[in-house]
């Protein structure tokens, strides 16, 4: 069977920056396994693996608009540690979500503690970077009707009701 929408796709994967460094990584894991078709992974790495098939290996260099966008300076805000709760110890690399104008869930990351403020950075860690994707396919099945009403893979690596 070959990837395509609706189809449960299990996958090892190492991910580096430009540099080569690794940024993440499927090895000495589970694979990942997703829905593919329901933007569950970044869209420049499913377009990649649409049509491929179990024992194929894709290497696609994901530029930041198909990965996680470019970095926009306007989602940096500095606020006051006051503003944080009371209990909370910030730390760089720290994700906090906030709610936005719409009542949405909004990820912000912590990138800089000083003692009366707090940078706050709404752009995804990996945005603006090229994401060097290596990746070997695991497995590809159908995807049963309640996977695809609800939008997830049920089972081993996916969610369990």
Known sequence: MKIGKNTVVS?????????????????????????????????G???????????????????????????????????ERARLPSDLEPEVG???AAEGPKGEVVPLWITAVAAAEVTLDGNHPMAGKTLHF???VRSVRQASKDEMQHGHVHGPGGHHH
């Open 11 to 43: 996958i090892d994967y190492t991910l580096k920056d430009d540099a080569g460094e690794v940024l993440d990584t499927s090895s000495g894991n589970e694979p990942l396994t997703y829905l593919h078709g329901h933007s569950q992974i970044v869209e």
């Open 94 to 96: 720290m994700q906090l």
């Open 134 to 136: 290596t990746v070997d």
């Open 45 to 79: 790495l499913e377009r990649a693996l649409e049509g491929k098939g179990v024992g194929d290996n894709v290497a696609v260099a994901v530029p930041p608009k198909e990965g996680y966008g470019e970095r926009n300076a306007q989602k940096v805000m500095t606020i």
